[in-house]
């Protein structure tokens, strides 16, 4: 009988099947809080995404397409609107009559009118392209007014169908000849503002951020794809950039420091200092040494990433087990040979893994680090739409920095087993670090690797 594996076993590992469904599950959860929370009606939704707005007289405040609004004020702004539509009824033959305001009306009734253009474009009522254009606006109403367009009904509430039957009866008087030139010179009836239950706007639904990330990435104009892709690069030799400066000079530093206690004593306490000093405070001081490009952003991340560097390697180093030191010295090396054959190849593998890390956490450092000086990269882009408000354009910025630091580390990972096999049991062949090793020290390649070479 197959013995069940159990899943709460202390400092025991999962089975191969438990450990993928808990991996999966890991990224599923999130995610299925997040839908639940953008996609159950019930569940909370604060707020009311607009589909259709409405200009005031009342307030400076302008609402547009997708604005959010708090469920609490948007009654009272359906009201304002009753309201003035109420006062145009009032006073529509006095209107009428006045032709000295006939364009500054006309104009207001086209700034109507393009209140239905991003709701039309939404339900493909008119094409893309056509969202702006007055006179594809102008045909429209006129075809929901005669039922022409298919599902209007179901999109309009019954109040905003009666207004656009209203406004077209008002508008075929004058002709149907241009949507500008043959607009009545007597105030129209504003569409009473319509939206959906939505989160608020900092944290849109998963499709819209999906969507906003496709056109940003791939679907959008070779000018706006080209500079994403261009930021992205950017953000890149920024990271990798600062830390393979801290790498040139952080490993060694911290080998030494490990290995001999002139160094430890010398570095480390004022590397252990100035590691608790904020990178961020030195900003200025770095903009001014290095001018305000790219200089001063991969400093940023050097100082963020280097003091750490230097006493994690330094303690990597330490925990090299002492016996290996005895053993070879007693074997007669001594100096630079226990240095070169002894205490790094023993420590590589951890001091791999530990630049995995350190390489995680130089990510950290690039938002902070594109703010310096000139904004650049992905960061410039998430400061300006976050100004604006499209988060839904925010996150999939976001969500990329992540998925490439994950994915990058991920790699690293899987590279590890090519690099040092040795550390799993069943090894039947050298890895890459390990031929290196021989070459070095042996100056030839090993016997494997010889034999492969020869093979046609």
């Known amino acids: 009988m197959k013995k069940k ?25 999130p995610l299925g809080i997040w839908c639940l929370v953008s996609y159950t009606p019930f569940f909370w939704h604060p707020d009311v995404k607009l589909e259709i707005s409405a200009d005031r007289d009342d307030t400076p405040t302008v609402f547009t397409f997708d604005d959010h609004l708090s469920k609490d004020f948007f009654p009272t702004f359906q009201d304002a609107v009753r309201s003035a539509n109420s006062a145009i009824f009032e006073s529509r033959e006095t209107a009428g ?25 939404k339900e493909a009522w008119i094409p893309r392209d056509k969202e702006n254009d007055d006179s594809a606006i102008y045909q429209l109403w006129m075809d929901m007014a005669k039922g022409a367009v298919p599902n209007v ?46 989160n608020p706007s900092y944290l849109p639904a998963p499709h ?137 190849p023993g420590i590589l593998p951890n001091l791999y893994n530990d630049l995995r890390i350190l390489l995680g956490w130089s990510w950290t450092w690039l938002v902070i680090a594109e703010l310096v000086g000139v904004k650049s990269g992905l960061t410039e882009f998430i400061e300006t739409q976050g100004r604006w408000r499209n988060f839904d354009q925010v996150y999939p910025v976001i969500i990329l920095i992540g998925l490439i630091g994950f994915g990058s580390d991920q790699f690293l990972s899987r590279l590890s087993k090519r690099f040092f096999p040795y550390l799993n049991p069943g090894k039947r062949e050298p890895g890459v670090v390990e031929r290196l090793q021989n070459w070095a020290n042996e100056g030839r390649i090993d016997p494997i690797a010889e034999k492969r070479m020869k093979k046609p």
Request: hydrophobic share 50%; aromatic share 10%.
């Open 5 to 29: 594996h159990p899943w709460f076993s202390i400092r025991k590992p999962l089975s191969p099947g438990g450990a993928r469904l808990m991996t999966v599950l890991s990224f599923l959860g």
């Open 97 to 121: 009559s006045s032709r000295g305001s006939a364009r500054v009306i006309r104009r207001a009734n086209l700034k109507k009118l393009r209140h239905l253009g991003p709701l039309a474009v």
């Open 153 to 198: 009904s179901k999109v309009l509430s019954a109040e905003n169908m009666e207004i656009v039957r209203s406004n077209a009866e008002l508008m075929a008087r004058y002709g149907d000849r241009n949507a500008v030139s043959s607009l009545p010179d007597v105030p129209l009836l504003s569409l009473i503002p319509q939206g959906v239950s939505a």
């Open 208 to 344: 819209s951020v999906f969507s906003a990330g496709y056109d940003l990435f791939l679907r959008g104009e070779d000018g706006d794809a080209g500079k994403m892709h261009g930021r992205l690069m950017h953000s890149l030799s920024i990271v990798f950039g600062g830390f393979f400066l801290s790498c040139l000079i952080g490993v060694p530093l911290g080998v030494f420091c490990g290995t001999y206690a002139l160094f430890s004593r010398l570095f480390e306490p004022f590397v252990d200092f100035f590691r608790y000093l904020p990178a961020p405070a030195f900003s200025t001081l770095l903009v001014a040494m290095f001018a305000a490009h790219d200089a001063p952003k991969i400093a940023l991340v050097f100082i963020g990433t280097f003091f750490q560097m230097v006493l994690v390697v330094a303690n990597t180093t330490r925990q090299l087990d002492v016996s290996l030191l005895e053993a070879a010295q007693t074997l007669g090396a001594k100096g630079r040979h226990l240095l070169g054959r002894v205490i790094i």
